[in-house]
């Protein structure tokens, strides 16, 4: 993956970053790009082991430690069982909510299931990952949550009832959060990627969609994890509940 917009910081070798969803696309990306930045990582991921060991592995040959936790973040039970035991020896600095799902419909044919296991995986799961980590960031006094939208939860797109309104409860969700927790010594934000090159969009009716966005092309995941990556920054202390559109003007 690309390195140019992420820089590798040797001396900080305590950093942890916690990212769900993270053994492909735009978490795989994720989590690379905080490791160059100097963090080890714990990755998340529902069930696909091969590409979990392939991220693992790249961020071992960078130099940083990287622990999968394969759990679903829908499964309070299992989800704590992994991570529990985590953190009661250490609590990340980073938190990056990632993991989603998708599952297109028009609402007049979608089913009670489609729309409660696209909620369930984009806000349930966010709830109790948060959870899990938040307490021991306020004991600490510092940490960092990102959560990761779309600019469906912004705009709204046909087809996408249940997708929209789950991303557009976590926009709520993050303003809301950040109100709380900014004078504790978290800093939470959001970032709301448009039409990036991930397995979500390679099915996508690219020429139809590409006269719709004023630069022209998809973007990478390395283009939102960059943003990831400043906002997890000293620089970005100063930036609290924002939504950060990564979306090439779509949305404006």
């Not at 984009?122 to 990102?146: C, D, E, H, Q």
């Not at 022209?216 to 960059?226: I, M």
Request: hydrophobic letters at 45%.
């Amino acid at each position: 993956m690309d390195s140019n917009s992420c820089q590798s910081d040797k001396e900080n070798n305590y950093k942890i970053a916690l990212i769900t969803g993270a053994s492909r696309g735009l978490g795989a990306a994720i989590a690379i790009c905080l490791a160059k930045a100097g963090y080890d990582i714990w990755a998340n991921y529902l069930s696909n082991h091969e590409a979990a060991r392939r991220v693992q592995a790249e961020i071992k040959d960078l130099g940083r430690e990287c622990v999968l936790l394969p759990f679903d973040v829908c499964d309070e039970t299992g989800l704590n069982e992994v991570l529990e035991p985590m953190l009661a020896e250490a609590v990340p600095n980073v938190l990056v909510n990632n993991a989603g799902q998708n599952k297109d419909t028009l609402m007049m044919w979608m089913t009670r299931q489609e729309w409660q296991s696209i909620t369930d995986v984009n806000l349930l799961g966010f709830f109790l990952v948060t959870k899990a980590v938040l307490v021991g960031m306020l004991k600490r006094r510092s940490g960092r949550i990102i959560n990761i939208a779309s600019t469906a939860g912004q705009s709204g797109l046909p087809g996408q009832v249940n997708y929209s309104a789950a991303k557009a409860g976590l926009i709520g969700a993050t303003k809301s959060l950040a109100a709380e927790v900014r004078k504790k010594g978290v800093i939470v934000n959001c970032v709301a990627p448009g039409f990036i090159e991930t397995d979500m969009t390679k099915s996508l009716p690219v020429d139809k969609i590409l006269p719709s966005i004023p630069a022209g092309r998809f973007g990478t995941p390395e283009e939102v994890a960059a943003v990831v990556e400043f906002l997890c920054s000293d620089m970005a202390t100063y930036i609290v509940g924002q939504v950060i559109s990564v979306n090439g003007g779509l949305y404006m």
